[in-house]
């Protein structure tokens, strides 16, 4: 079978590994990068590299579907540690607040402050969806105690 140039480039890196790990000497190794890059035929490429370790293999022809990848040569997917509960309920009941009228800052506190000690115990994912749950959550509340101060005030200034 004829020869690819990405076939040459294969070879020519086998003929770098066994030179640079002291396999081949100098003249020798530039002779058969030499002879590499002229070659024609895999079968010249497989003489050249034929007495060093991890040598081109022999492509034969494949008929369906090819072969399934081991997994030992598959990326490896990052783990994921689990986000933390309490972390969602407290970013959902701050983004509540204005709609239930700050009934749900309250609780978006204290999930917050619950969730943030769970991810500093666990490792779990979630700090950013505590701290945004504490944040509105105490603007809710802020809120609401200027609201009655201003009642108050008011109040006695119409007294």
Not at 33 to 61: K, N, S
Not at 108 to 118: C, D
Not at 149 to 157: T, W, Y
Request: proline letters at 9%; hydrophobic letters at 45%.
């Amino acid at each position: 079978m004829r020869a690819s140039h990405a076939d040459r480039e294969r070879a020519v890196d086998v003929l770098k590994a066994g030179f640079a790990e002291g396999r081949l000497p100098q003249q020798e190794y530039e002779q058969r990068i030499g002879r590499a890059y002229q070659a024609q035929t895999q079968a010249e490429l497989q003489l050249l590299v034929a007495d060093l370790p991890q040598g081109p293999m022999p492509q034969q022809q494949q008929f369906g579907p090819p072969p399934a990848v081991p997994p030992t040569f598959m990326p490896v997917q990052p783990v994921l540690a689990p986000t933390n509960g309490s972390a969602t309920g407290a970013l959902v009941c701050g983004i509540l607040a204005p709609v239930t009228w700050g009934l749900t800052s309250i609780p978006a506190v204290i999930l917050g402050h619950k969730a943030r000690a769970e991810i500093r115990r666990t490792g779990e994912r979630g700090d950013g969806q505590a701290v945004a749950g504490l944040v509105l959550g105490w603007l809710g509340i802020s809120g609401w105690l200027l609201f009655f101060i201003l009642m108050v005030f008011v109040g006695a200034a119409n007294l």
